[in-house]
């Protein structure tokens, strides 16, 4: 507080931390802002960043898309890498502004640059589906390899459907299932589900009804719908 109230803009982003959570002091989103503000007026990345969450969502402030649009840019042009990612997923999730995937990828490819993981995911996904930019499938494969380098699931288990179909990669259902099998060490259900789906058809693993239903269960206990149709129809006898 001391720090803070001398003009340390990192001591007054601690205390707007300290406000927004509740920590050591009472819960007070306004108060927050208040510091935050502080911080940002002298040119504090990660003090703009906060703001623009605070005004996109309304906590504390009143909520107001534009101005965070205009704190998340700010930011993002200091190089701060969360708000990059959250001025790319402005541009492409949020309800209420313009919606410009050619914009929303720049700002995903600069914030994946600069290490965000999410954002490298982000990347990968439109490389794959040709948002913002044509579709590069080998990109897309490239970049869901790194994701899954660092424990993205979901990225595990777009590459094993790339490796699975051909699509981008040489079709090799024993990559696909390594793939799967290392998402579903991450909590992929949809991997889980497909690993199951695998052991009842022996493509790329060993054919096991006893192994599917090890799979499809784990899956369906993550809450996976598909999951437990099949479970069911293998209970039934249908499949």
């Known amino acids: 507080m001391k720090a803070a109230r001398e003009g340390d803009p990192d001591a007054q982003v601690a205390m707007g931390y300290m406000f927004f959570k509740g920590d050591g002091v009472g819960q007070d989103r306004r108060e927050a802002a208040r510091w935050f503000g502080l911080a940002a007026d002298q040119g504090n990345a990660e003090a703009l960043c906060n703001l623009g969450h605070m005004r996109a969502h309304g906590e504390g402030i009143r909520m107001d898309l534009d101005k965070a649009l205009e704190l998340y840019r700010k930011s993002a042009e200091?190089?701060?890498?969360?708000?990059?990612?959250?001025?790319?997923?402005?541009?492409?999730?949020?309800?209420?502004?313009?919606?410009?995937?050619?914009?929303?990828?720049?700002?995903?490819?600069?914030?994946?640059?600069?290490?965000?993981?999410?954002?490298?995911?982000?990347?990968?996904?439109?490389?794959?589906?040709?948002?913002?930019?044509?579709?590069?499938?080998?990109?897309?494969?490239?970049?869901?390899?790194?994701c899954l380098d660092h424990g993205h699931p979901k990225a595990g288990y777009r590459l094993g459907m790339m490796h699975l179909e051909g699509r981008g990669v040489p079709k090799n259902p024993g990559k696909a299932v390594s793939c799967f099998s290392k998402a579903a060490g991450l909590g992929s259900d949809e991997a889980m589900l497909m690993l199951g789906r695998l052991s009842l058809t022996g493509e790329g693993m060993v054919l096991s009804r006893r192994n599917a239903e090890k799979w499809l269960r784990m899956a369906a206990g993550r809450g996976n719908k598909e999951a437990s149709e099949v479970l069911e129809s293998m209970r039934s006898g249908s499949a």
């Open 78 to 146: 200091l190089g701060y890498p969360r708000a990059m990612f959250n001025l790319g997923f402005m541009y492409t999730d949020v309800v209420g502004v313009e919606q410009d995937w050619a914009e929303g990828y720049r700002w995903y490819s600069k914030a994946a640059e600069a290490g965000n993981l999410l954002a490298l995911y982000r990347v990968a996904v439109m490389d794959e589906e040709g948002r913002g930019v044509p579709a590069d499938l080998g990109k897309a494969a490239a970049g869901y390899r790194e």
